[in-house]
């Protein structure tokens, strides 16, 4: 599952050996997978930070322009807060895990890609992403990576059309085993794959609309699951 991902991501970011990343998240999160591992595949470098420098705006933004990190993902709300100019290195930045203002996206738009991603753990860290332009729509999650599917089903399990809301289903290469030793849990939230038979698809719990430009716009959750500090609770 996730050779597919590392593929995708070096493609579609243009990295290569002279590439250098930013490890900005934590071991503990899946997004770290998306920090470290493609550079190394390519040969690139790392760029990991101490705590008390990611959690400096100016002095993140100093390490950033003394190594010349050129591929990092920050979540919305370091990206509001920290300083945008003189970060000439920084051409692919990745956002995603919550929704940016309009402002973040003004800002962060100028010199270079910027790209939003969505996706759970459960699907190999993402699973769709659009790269965001000036009067992008903040909640647009854009269209699934290689060899990924989406669905957007009612309450029923039948596609609902362009603009109508329903419940996002994730297929394809990315979708995870199941929780171990959790039967109850995954036969909740892994469904049969109408498409592949020997496949499962998994439900995020998540409402979405297919936009009438064909990307996918997040509105909320089904449930009254809310994110603590990057936690589901």
């Known amino acids: 599952f996730r050779s597919h991902f590392y593929a995708w991501y070096i493609s579609h970011t243009g990295l290569n050996a002279d590439g250098v990343a930013l490890q900005f998240s934590s071991v503990s999160f899946d997004a770290s997978l998306l920090d470290m591992f493609p550079a190394w595949l390519v040969g690139g470098v790392v760029v990991a930070p101490s ?3 990611r959690r400096d705006f100016d002095a993140l933004a100093d390490l950033i322009r003394r190594h010349a990190v050129s591929h990092a993902f920050m979540p919305p709300a370091w990206l509001a807060g920290m300083p945008d100019e003189n970060l000439p290195s920084l051409r692919q930045l990745i956002t995603g895990g919550d929704v940016c203002d309009p402002d973040t996206i003004a800002r962060w738009t100028v010199g270079r890609a910027f790209h939003n991603i969505y996706g759970p753990t459960e699907c190999t860290v993402l699973a769709t992403t ?27 399990g039948n596609p609902v059309g362009t603009g109508e809301e329903g419940e996002l289903h994730i297929a394809g290469r990315g979708v995870g085993l199941g929780y171990l030793e959790q039967a109850e849990m995954n036969a909740a939230r892994y469904v049969p794959d109408p498409l592949d038979a020997a496949a499962s698809m998994y439900k995020t719990g998540d409402l979405v609309r297919w936009c009438e430009d064909g990307h996918l716009e997040f509105i909320g959750r089904i449930d009254s699951q809310i994110k603590v500090r990057g936690f589901r609770v």
Not at 133 to 147: E, V
């Open 51 to 53: 705590e008390t420098v």
């Open 130 to 156: 659009v790269r965001f332009t000036p009067g992008s729509m903040p909640r647009c999650i854009g269209l699934p990576i290689a060899n990924v599917r989406c669905h957007v089903l009612d309450q029923q």
